[in-house]
């Protein structure tokens, strides 16, 4: 696939997401996932497990769209506590790299008051360009 990190002369390049990513192809709109199984049950009441359950989520969307990891042009989290979001980072970080690999993805991260459902932390929407 033909994606490409935007990043406008002569500023720092961001650790962890990309500035703005161009891409070309069919685009697959992925509504937020959180951190419940197949089955709509939760899998965990620790924010980072969550927030792996919703990346999975949200990989599994995308393969059904015929897409892979490197697809991905475009996150927005919602965190329902952003100091319990930024003490997971690290384990977050590890299972985003071994999930979807690297961080050229156009990315925001909102706190947010509360979630539709009452025992998610985190919610995950995101958008990703096919090559046809």
Known sequence: MKKRSLLPAGWVKPKGYANGVAASG???YIAGQIGWNEEAR?????????????????LAVLREAGGQPGHLVRMTWYVTDKR????????????????IGDYDIAMSAVQVVALI?????VEIEATAVITD
């Open 26 to 28: 069919t685009q697959v």
């Open 42 to 58: 939760m899998t965990s009441e620790r924010f980072a497990e969550q927030a792996i359950q919703a990346l999975r989520n949200v």
């Open 84 to 99: 319990e979001y930024l003490a997971s980072l690290k384990e977050i970080g590890q299972a985003f790299r071994e999930l």
């Open 117 to 121: 459902e009452d025992d998610a932390k």
